[in-house]
Every structure is written in C-alpha cells, then in structure tokens.
C-alpha cells in the first residue's frame, strides 16, 4: 500500500539531478507544480510533481524541491523525521495560511519561510504515543528549499497580535487523556 494525498497545488523548482540520478544536473532546475504527497515508512516526505514538460514524477524527495533556484540544503535540514507511516492527512489550515515562521534546524541555525500546509499522520504506533506524535508543517524557507518540520521546531510570527517568546521550560506531553478511563500513560516525571 502506498499513501498519496493531494496538496495545495504549488509552483516549484526541482533540482535536476534527481531527475538524472544524481550524476548530472547539479545547480539546474527545471518547473513544475507540486500536487501531492507520498508517504512510505522510513523514508523522507515526498511529493507528486508535474513538470512543466508534461513529464509526471512521483518520489521526489523534500530535499529536492524548492520555490525558487537554490542551493541544496542538506536532507537531515530538510525534515527532523521520516515518514510515519502510510496513513495520513494533508490540510492547508486556514489559521496558519500565509504565516511567516522561524524553523530550527538540526544545526541550530534559524531559518525563515512561510507556511504551506500540514501532513498529519494517522493510524501508525508513534502517532498514537502522546510524546511522540509530530505534524509535517511544510514550510517554504525565504532562501528557497523546502522543509518538513514538527511543532516544536517552529515559531510563528503575525506582527498584528504574536509576540514570540516561546517559554523554553515546556514539556512534552506524555499523557493521553480519556473521559471514559484513566489516563492512557503514566506521567513521565523527566
């Protein structure tokens, strides 16, 4: 079974050496609009394109997309996590259309984008698990490529009412709430 979900359709760039296999076509892109997502277990957020030479591919690596010519960011920079499963949901929340956002990457460095749209994952043990659910906001970075980011890796920024400062002393949730049982998890006291 392989996951496919239609996202907003998006104007894109894809780096032309995924289309050669990475043996040519470094530093060229070639048009196209990004229509969907693919999800497969342990492997990276993927996407349906159409490029504008009315060829259609499937699989193309987050790392691979960007909003205008770039250059690359590292895959392990472009998404904090794989795939969780087969099982999801793409929507475009209304709230967050249009927002600017900070993202942290994995080395530290803040990056500034714009917010797309979000993949949420259904149906797989992680997502179940209070502390270990993450969303895959993709956000379109300033500089080009595009990301795959958790909640806890983002600030959003609206000058008309956010104020960022986001208290660094928070904790992950651990538990699962029920109004028909206990708590589904114990309190995790770390």
């Not at 060829?55 to 794989?82: G, T």
């Not at 797309?116 to 970075?141: C, R, Y």
């Amino acid at each position: 079974m392989i996951a496919l979900g239609e996202t907003p359709y998006t104007r894109i760039f894809v780096r032309n050496e995924f289309l050669f296999d990475e043996r040519k076509g470094h530093g060229e892109f070639t048009p196209a609009v990004a229509f969907a997502f693919r999800a497969e277990p342990a492997r990276v957020p993927m996407f349906q394109v159409m490029l504008d030479s009315g060829a259609q591919w499937a699989r193309v690596p987050i790392h691979m997309i960007c909003s205008k010519p770039c250059d690359p960011l590292p895959i392990e920079q472009s998404c904090w996590w794989d795939s969780y499963g087969y099982d999801f949901t793409v929507v475009a929340l209304p709230f967050l259309k249009g927002h600017a956002v900070t993202a942290l990457g994995r080395d530290g460095q803040i990056r500034k984008g714009n917010y797309l749209f979000t993949v949420d994952w259904m149906q797989t043990g992680w997502s179940e698990v209070p502390d270990q659910h993450k969303n895959h906001h993709i956000i379109a970075l300033e500089s080009g490529p595009w990301i795959a980011y958790p909640n806890n890796r983002l600030v959003w920024h609206d000058p008309s009412w956010i104020t960022p400062a986001p208290n660094r002393e928070w904790k992950t949730p651990t538990r699962s709430y029920s109004v028909e049982g206990k708590w589904l998890t114990e309190k995790n006291d770390d």
